[in-house]
């Protein structure tokens, strides 16, 4: 497919990156109800549920720490679109009023097996970082 790899691999290592994140969470006992919500001006990359709590879950990847750490990437800008398609996925699901948190998973590529950190309660609803 010309130009599938414009992006230098990045969409793929994406993909990787949020299933990777996916299986972790899930061998934790969450449950994975949905990927890639998304709308125009946002998108939450997974909605987990685990100890009766929504998980609004951005997965972010590197290829190293050279440039900085994934979860690092995450800013306000970043968090409010996540907030954004949390906030359509609950009324899409009637959800409102259920215990919520905004979670980050950081998965960096290298040399050996990728490296997965959890980041529960990341950010607050307003976009405020709670642990960075």
């Keep these: 497919m010309p130009g599938a790899d414009r992006d230098g691999g990045r969409r793929a290592r994406g993909r990787e990156a949020e299933a990777l994140a996916a299986g972790w969470l899930e061998e934790r006992g969450y449950r994975v109800l949905a990927r890639n919500h998304a709308l125009r001006r946002g998108e939450v990359d997974l909605v987990c549920e685990g ?73 607050d609803a307003d976009g405020k970082a709670g642990i960075f």
């Design 51 to 123: 100890e009766g709590v929504l998980c609004f879950v951005e997965v972010r990847s590197r290829t190293g720490d050279g440039h900085g750490t994934p979860e690092e990437t995450v800013d306000r800008r970043k968090a409010r679109r996540v907030i954004l398609a949390a906030e359509d996925w609950l009324l899409r699901n009637d959800a409102a009023g259920r215990d919520l948190r905004f979670d980050v998973v950081a998965v960096t590529f290298g040399e050996e097996a990728p490296r997965v950190v959890h980041f529960p309660a990341a950010f």
